[in-house]
């Protein structure tokens, strides 16, 4: 049996303070995706508003049952008849904001919801700071969507930082592990293709992660690079900092090829973690 193959893109924007052009904006390349030859079309992380003031941001949100850009969204991909994954929007969920990813069936309707577990809590050495936790709450709960090819396993930006997430995915089946971003310009050009290759290398998966780009209008600067990576390690398509589409084929041979050449899922072991201490004395601070 031919293992299945599909086209992937990323839909790379630059989200305003606007939602409403914001879902505008997303459509529109929703639907080149889908008229290229798409089947599965992401979003980045935050699609409906980039927004770093809390009050704007509380003002702004809208709650899942009246979001506009959801809604949206839903109606572009019962159009196109595309799988896609909306990579988060700010969804008012009791007191605080949850940044939620959503994956869409070509019905429009909602097939999963995932909220991201790891918060951006970091203090940057250009003297950016970041509190997400003050404003967003954290999920608690890996997602694993069933497609037309397979399990393909959710997370959010700041997730591809903790390998054992995709680990579990990965062991639970999935053969595509997606993280949607809003990668900060300085962390990006530091760490954002090496991580997603050494995700998809330690998983033997396709890593597929569309991304905000450039300078936004609250003030944050995201490094863009959608990328799309083999189970190899092997980079089918990245973006440079504009918005606009990337796309690859997704050869799903390609993973059981990986992890038959490394297969590092049936390697995994338990192990207990040991601390030996020394019995030689302390040196004095001087010697």
Not at 54 to 66: A, F, G, V, W
Not at 107 to 127: C, M, S, T, W
Request: with cysteine.
């Amino acid at each position: 049996m031919t293992a299945p193959r599909f086209t992937a893109a990323c839909v790379q924007m630059r989200s305003t303070r606007d939602p409403l052009r914001n879902r505008d904006d997303a459509v529109r390349l929703i639907r080149e995706a889908a008229a290229a030859g798409a089947q599965f079309v992401q979003t980045p992380e935050v699609t409906n508003l980039c927004e770093r003031d809390t009050k704007r941001l509380r003002e702004t949100s809208q709650s899942e049952d009246q979001h506009d850009v959801l809604a949206g969204l839903r109606q572009a991909a019962r159009e196109t008849k595309v799988w896609l994954q909306i990579g988060s929007l700010s969804v008012k969920a009791g007191e605080k904001i949850a940044n939620r990813a959503y994956m869409i069936d070509p019905q429009g309707e909602i097939v999963a919801r995932y909220e991201k577990i790891h918060l951006f809590d970091v203090d940057l050495p250009n003297g950016e700071t970041w509190r997400e936790s003050n404003t967003f709450s954290g999920g608690d709960r890996a997602t694993l969507v069933e497609t037309p090819w397979g399990l393909v396993g959710m997370s959010i930006c700041y997730d591809v930082r903790f390998p054992y997430l995709y680990r579990a995915e990965a062991e639970a089946g999935a053969v595509m592990l997606t993280a949607p971003a809003c990668f900060t310009r300085q962390t990006g050009e530091a760490h954002w293709q090496v991580l997603q290759r050494a995700r998809a290398i330690e998983n033997g998966a396709f890593m597929v992660s569309a991304a905000q780009g450039g300078l936004h209008e609250d003030g944050r600067e995201s490094y863009g690079h959608s990328i799309i990576v083999d189970p190899w390690g092997r980079v089918l398509a990245e973006a440079g900092n504009e918005p606009g589409l990337i796309m690859a084929q997704i050869d799903l041979a390609l993973v059981a090829d990986a992890r038959q050449r490394i297969p590092t899922l049936r390697h995994t072991r338990s192990f207990a973690v040991e601390t030996r201490r020394s019995e030689q004395p302390k040196l004095d601070a001087a010697e």
